[in-house]
């Protein structure tokens, strides 16, 4: 009898056994199309300024968030085609690449010392740099034009380049520490037994295990120095010294009634840092994730 009751036991109704799958895959739905709606918001002011550099001031004025009717090219050739443009990129080049291969290499050598070394103040040290994190540039620029003044770096890149490379330490302290610390211990000791010192262990074992977090600060520092904007309006008065975000307010305030080139001066100057970040995306994830499981 009792197996009888078994194998004639009433079964569970199939809406019932489907519905979870099936709200599982609204959720996806209403979280795929929210996705999509952010994204259509962040990239549309992209977007608007790109396609703006393609038209004439009068569509412009007549029609500002219309499409370009006839496709204007000579507003992005006179941008391309003028030196201070060029010039400008190239002090944002340089002021970029000085500040990230600074960054890395200090960032590496710190995070490496608080994270393999034990030693006495080092919880101090580690959350001092910490702290830095929470304080801003704009809140030091007073006291930052003053040094830099003090130090006679005014109107250089020097004096964009060394504090820049100051306040990106704690971030990439932060993010390497967890990767060196997540070395073995037994890979050092079997290191130092086939010969290898400390430093011949930091060149050939720490940094080919560690590129992925130096790509990721590196990256960081790249677009961080790229996009900056309040250090440089403090630091540098001569236009020939200007980068690229600087240029581009002094290029906006000289040819305000050129609405169409100063739109076409604008896209050009932010499509280096969209597409450096758009190409090495993954890296920045990867190396973030690595840091939060380290």
């Given amino acids: 009898m009792t197996a009888t009751a078994t194998l004639v036991a009433p079964k569970a109704p199939r809406s019932s056994l489907r519905s979870p799958a099936?709200?599982?895959?609204?959720?996806?739905?209403?979280?795929?199309?929210?996705?999509?709606l952010l994204i259509g918001l962040m990239l549309a002011p992209v977007v608007y300024i790109i396609l703006g550099g393609f038209?004439?001031?009068?569509?412009?004025?007549?029609?500002?968030?219309?499409?370009?009717?006839?496709?204007?090219?000579?507003?992005?050739?006179?941008?391309?085609?003028?030196?201070?443009?060029?010039?400008?990129?190239?002090?944002?080049?340089?002021?970029?690449?000085?500040?990230t291969v600074f960054v890395v290499a200090l960032g590496l050598m710190a995070a490496y010392a608080l994270a393999r070394y034990?030693?006495?103040?080092?919880?101090?040290?580690?959350?001092?740099?910490?702290?830095?994190?929470?304080?801003p540039m704009t809140v030091a620029i007073t006291p930052l034009y003053i040094l830099v003044r003090n130090l006679g770096l005014m109107n250089s890149l020097a004096g964009v380049i060394v504090p820049q490379i100051a306040f990106a330490l704690p971030l990439t302290i932060i993010i390497l520490s967890p990767f060196l610390a997540a070395i073995p211990s037994e890979l050092q000791e079997?290191?130092?037994?086939?010969?290898?010192?400390?430093?011949?262990?930091f060149w050939r074992m720490v940094l080919p295990?560690?590129?992925?977090?130096?790509?990721?600060?590196?990256?960081?520092?790249?677009?961080?120095?790229?996009?900056?904007?309040?250090?440089?309006?403090?630091?540098l008065n001569n236009e020939a010294a200007f980068t690229l975000p600087l240029?581009?307010?002094?290029?906006?305030?000289?040819?305000?009634?050129?609405?169409?080139?100063?739109?076409?001066?604008?896209?050009?100057?932010?499509?280096?840092?969209?597409?450096?970040?758009?190409?090495?995306?993954?890296?920045?994830?990867?190396?973030?994730?690595g840091a939060v499981k380290g």
Avoid: C, H
Avoid at 58 to 86: K, M, R
Avoid at 209 to 234: C, D, E, Q, R
Avoid at 247 to 252: K, L, S, Y
């Fill in 247 to 289: 240029g581009t307010q002094a290029f906006a305030s000289q040819y305000s009634v050129d609405t169409a080139r100063v739109l076409a001066f604008t896209s050009l100057s932010m499509i280096p840092a969209l597409l450096f970040f758009s190409v090495f995306e993954r890296r920045i994830v990867g190396g973030l994730t």
């Fill in 209 to 235: 295990l560690a590129v992925p977090a130096v790509v990721t600060v590196g990256i960081l520092a790249f677009v961080n120095s790229w996009n900056s904007y309040m250090l440089p309006l403090f630091i």
């Fill in 22 to 36: 099936g709200a599982k895959r609204s959720t996806s739905i209403v979280v795929g199309f929210v996705a999509l």
């Fill in 118 to 135: 034990r030693f006495r103040g080092r919880g101090a040290v580690f959350a001092l740099f910490t702290a830095g994190l929470m304080f």
């Fill in 190 to 201: 079997a290191a130092s037994i086939d010969g290898l010192g400390r430093l011949g262990f």
């Fill in 55 to 99: 038209r004439s001031n009068a569509e412009i004025t007549v029609d500002p968030a219309g499409f370009p009717t006839t496709w204007n090219w000579q507003n992005y050739a006179d941008v391309l085609g003028s030196p201070i443009f060029w010039g400008q990129v190239g002090n944002s080049a340089v002021a970029a690449i000085a500040t």
